[in-house]
């Protein structure tokens, strides 16, 4: 059972270049997030989508896109990206149905410097 | 508003108690969570506590939950080393809230234990 499987692990970007972080679970899950952790900031959430074909925006969404393609799979795009969003992005994914939520799952992270 | 608030740091000897507090402001929370990150790895579930009860134990781990106050804390009994790592609480807001399928994060304390 793999969990919550983030590509890739690590990126090095030019400012202004463009990439797709991917996730993927396998739990069956409703619920995936994107979060993005900084030093001393904890994690701030991105985007989320509370099931397949929706998304809303969290905390930071400015400088992102997602899109949820299926239940499985929610990717995080950067269009350009700029120095500010170099971070740890972690992906996570839970089970949103009869009223409550469960435990979150974390993938292990993409660690994306842009320079 | 959602806020979660965490002191960023804590220091203490192998062997003695840790207690990491945390604060929160989304009443209605169904489940309170702590999640444990250690050096490069993503976040694991540490424990959680449904917001009906006072307190919860789990081998070495004691949760409070102080729902008049909104305040949660998480005792590590007999600390070791093998637990420095950073510590997040988090809250999910039940549903029907604005903010329905959202988990939000702490900023983290970080747990230094010495020899």
């Known amino acids: 059972n793999a969990g919550v499987t983030q590509t890739p692990k690590f990126q090095v970007l030019k400012t202004g270049q463009s990439m797709t972080l991917q996730c993927a679970q396998d739990m069956n899950h409703n619920s995936m997030y994107w979060y993005r952790q900084d030093p001393g900031m904890g994690l701030r959430l991105i985007y989320y989508s509370a099931s397949e074909g929706t998304t809303d925006k969290g905390e930071v969404p400015n400088g992102y896109n997602v899109s949820r393609l299926n239940k499985r799979e929610f990717s995080l795009r950067l269009e350009s990206a700029a120095p500010s969003q170099t971070s740890v992005y972690f992906c996570?994914?839970?089970?949103?149905?009869?009223?409550?939520?469960?435990?979150?799952?974390f993938g292990q992270g993409t660690r994306l410097t842009v320079v | 508003g959602e806020d979660v608030e965490q002191s960023l740091f804590l220091s203490v000897r192998e062997g003695d108690s840790s207690v990491i507090n945390c604060t929160y402001t989304d009443s209605s929370s169904t489940y309170l969570y702590w999640y444990k990150q250690e050096p490069g790895a993503g976040l694991q579930l540490l424990t959680y506590?449904?917001?009906?009860?006072d307190m919860k134990q789990d081998q070495r781990l004691t949760v409070l939950l102080n729902k008049k106050d909104k305040h949660l804390s998480l005792r590590i009994a007999d600390t070791q080393t093998g637990d420095s790592a950073i510590y997040f609480c988090?809250?999910?807001?039940?549903?029907?809230?604005?903010?329905?399928?959202?988990?939000?994060f702490g900023q983290g304390t970080t747990l230094q234990v010495k020899p």
């Open positions: 996570a994914s839970s089970e949103f149905s009869g009223g409550m939520n469960t435990e979150a799952f």
């Open positions: 506590i449904f917001s009906n009860m």
């Open positions: 988090a809250e999910i807001p039940p549903v029907g809230s604005s903010n329905t399928g959202k988990l939000i």
